[in-house]
């Protein structure tokens, strides 16, 4: 009886501790223990501007200049510093500019080109916008790796929306409809905590269309905030310079005159004309030695420098000027003040289409023009989400992107 009795202890003793351990323990199974709670990041999106999204090429072409070449497998167009010198220039503007379709008032590239924007998502591709990573291709970077270092993850909570620089809102459906869909993703795949956009130039605007078209309720769930890095808000007058004489994009080594070719042919650039709700339809805008040409008269301007399509571009793209209606999210809008910027342009001659006219200077932040950066003020009142402003004297449109105290501000908002 003894042994009996024994034995039943030591069965109940192991059928006890093995509770621990056995499959058919009564303890709740892995999957729905609650895993330690980590900090919540918000995870950002960064939403580059002109000319900050890598963009590859791939040739097909029926005919091209003499010393380019037509056929081609995939390879990077932007930024590649070798293409964008004399002579490869030449070939870089054939590819990469645009032609006007009057009837669908959209665009397309040049015939047997084909365009794509890589890697949708994935922040490398606008933390360098040459993706050999050559010093002279940094963007986003500096943000990025500060990100990191405070506990982001590439790809996982830290995200990239690179899109067609060269296009207007107007044609950037799908854009609109990826972004929404890398928004909710993001959010889901992050324990549901709402995004942060960190938008540059004409990324803020871009931005902006973005947040119109989505619903109150829409925002309220999945959008914490968006910090703005010198939004082009309301256009700029070296939009308009870009049609007048072309950028040099600040190099000695590139000709404005060759790159024209292909950047007035880009609807982005009749999108960043001056608005006429910061502009007034009065002031003047150019001048020559018998005539000036103001807000109004932009048109003639376009027909005098014999490029009338341009004002077609601007009647397409103006629709998303002057709606100006708040984003509806927390807003944090940083600009750089102080610098010089070109305000106007001045002719020698009355002939504007032979001629480079000489800036006249205002003041910004050396690309956008003071009463743009400042635009986002107007929102204040308008809508119920917080709107902060800070202007950095001395910063320029590129420089805000690795200012220390720009780091300082977005880690304070993001609470790292």
Known sequence: MR???????????IF??????????RKKSAASIKPKEEKRLSPVILVPGDGGSQVDAKLNKSSSPIWCASKSDWFNLWLNLELIVIPAVYCWVDNVKLYY???????HNT???????????????VEWIDPTHNKAGAYFKDIANMLVDMGYERRKNL??????????????????IDLKKLVEDTYEANYQTPVTFITHSMGSPMTLVFLRQQTIEWKDKYVARQISLAGAWAGSIKALKVFAMGDDLDSFFLSGKILKAEQITNP?????????????????????????????????????????????????TLPYTINFSPPGVELHCLYGDGLDTVERLRYKKDDVSD???????????????RRSLQACHHWAGYQTS?????????????????????????KNVLKL
């Open 3 to 13: 042994q009996i009795l024994f034995l039943l202890f030591i069965l109940l003793t």
């Open 16 to 25: 006890h501790v093995g509770q621990g351990f056995w499959p058919f323990s």
């Open 101 to 107: 379709d009057n009837i669908t008032r959209t665009t």
């Open 111 to 125: 015939p047997g080109v084909e365009i794509r924007i890589p890697g949708w998502g994935d922040p490398e591709v």
């Open 159 to 176: 995200h990239g929306a690179p899109y067609d620089f060269r296009k207007a809102p107007n044609e950037h459906k799908q854009f609109f």
């Open 268 to 316: 982005s650039s009749a999108w960043l004309l001056p608005s006429p709700l910061f502009w007034k339809s009065s002031e003047v805008l150019v001048e020559t030695p018998s005539r000036v040409y103001t807000m109004a008269q932009m048109q003639e301007f376009f027909n005098d420098i014999g490029y009338p399509t341009a004002w077609e571009m601007r009647k397409d």
């Open 355 to 369: 001629d480079t006219p000489k800036l006249i200077m205002g003041i910004g932040d050396g690309t956008v023009n």
């Open 386 to 410: 917080n709107i902060s402003t800070l202007a950095l004297s001395g910063v320029d449109h590129m420089g805000i992107l690795i200012n220390k105290d720009v780091f300082n501000y977005i």
